[in-house]
């Protein structure tokens, strides 16, 4: 048994978007297991949007890692291989705090044991992961979706993008909508996740497109990107219709604040706009997958994954998500 294990930290604090050369990796000791807590070889680490903010400190009040100490912040999934708790040495387990690192020590109390039966562990980083659960929260604890509503998805290639229209669709939808960019990324969410239409922003006239996609309304929209894009979908808002604040990935590197949303808009509508964080939903974990797995094992919810092998990967990996260059589920196979 090695005293070592390789972790991926930052080589100095980040500025602006992060890129392959702002990390590296080093030789780091291998964790002892805490008291009432285990440790985990990980085999999947998730690639996740929000990190590129939390690496300069700007997500949830959370503080950057430090420079070639601390590894770079990760969901993950892997095997127990020392226990020193009630979970049994070789349980699967899913941990918020993996990190990019061979081996992650946790508390009992912060992962959770899962069955994967027969799916991929890498599915409870995706569809039975964060983004599954933070589609779940919008489309049915926030925006409520009901049978025959329009659905419009920003971002839809996207791992919570393309939960979240599929969830839709679960919910009853008549309708679902996805915006996108570029040719592939339409593909994938028109052919694999079945939307009723995609429309691809970086074509010209897509904004008529749209249009013509929603000429009978639109009910309930889920913004992952910009507010531009969430002005955008209000303007062809059926009265009383619900909108789902996500995300604004767009801006998440701006050094400013994000242009602001028309009131005036809002209440000509009579729209609802809601705020998601998906930390408050941690607690009903267990009522997302009661009703995502079912959806998982029959079909009826997948998310491609764009895997990326060994955590000498990782860095490109995280550079492709941070420019959109992925096409799926952005994750490092361990």
């Not at 387990?93 to 562990?121: K, N, Q, T, Y």
């Not at 599954?132 to 419009?152: E, I, N, S």
């Not at 604040?257 to 209440?267: E, K, Q, R, T, Y």
Request: charge should be negative; proline fraction near 6%.
């Amino acid at each position: 048994m090695t005293s070592t294990m390789q972790q991926g930290v930052l080589r100095a604090p980040v500025q602006g978007v992060p890129q392959a050369r702002d990390f590296a990796l080093i030789d780091a000791p291998r964790p002892q297991c805490p008291e009432g807590g285990v440790v985990v070889r990980l085999s999947h680490v998730s690639m996740d949007p929000y990190v590129g903010a939390r690496l300069r400190g700007r997500h949830m009040g959370e503080a950057a890692p430090e420079p070639m100490t601390q590894a770079i912040p990760g969901h993950g999934v892997g095997v127990v291989i020392e226990s020193r708790c009630a979970i049994a040495e070789g349980a699967y387990v899913h941990l918020m705090e993996a990190g990019w690192r061979e081996l992650a020590p946790a508390l009992d109390a912060e992962v959770r044991v899962i069955e994967p039966g027969g799916l991929s562990p890498s599915v409870f980083l995706s569809s039975l992961g964060m983004p599954g659960l933070t589609a779940w929260a919008g489309m049915t604890q926030l925006a409520r979706v009901r049978k025959g509503d329009c659905v419009l998805v920003d971002a839809a290639a996207g791992a919570v993008g393309g939960a979240a229209g599929q969830i839709a669709r679960a919910q009853g939808a008549a309708r679902v909508i996805g915006i996108a960019g570029g040719p592939q990324k339409a593909a994938l969410v028109r052919d694999t996740y079945g939307f009723d239409a995609c429309i691809d922003y970086r074509t010209d006239g897509w904004k008529d497109e749209l249009a013509g996609a929603l000429s009978g309304g639109l009910d309930v929209h889920f913004e992952n990107v910009s507010s531009e894009i969430l002005t955008l979908a209000l303007t062809h808002m059926n009265p009383y219709g619900r909108a789902v604040l996500c995300g604004l990935a767009a801006h998440y590197h701006d050094d400013q604040s994000a242009p602001g949303v028309p009131f005036g808009l809002i209440i000509g509508k009579r729209a609802s706009l809601h705020g998601l964080v998906v930390y408050d939903f941690y607690d009903r974990w267990d009522a997302f997958l009661a009703k995502c797995r079912p959806l998982v094992e029959t079909g009826a919810l997948v998310i491609a994954e764009d895997a990326a092998d060994g955590l000498a990967a990782a860095p490109e990996a995280f550079e492709r998500l941070m420019t959109g260059r992925n096409l799926g589920k952005a994750l490092v196979k361990l």
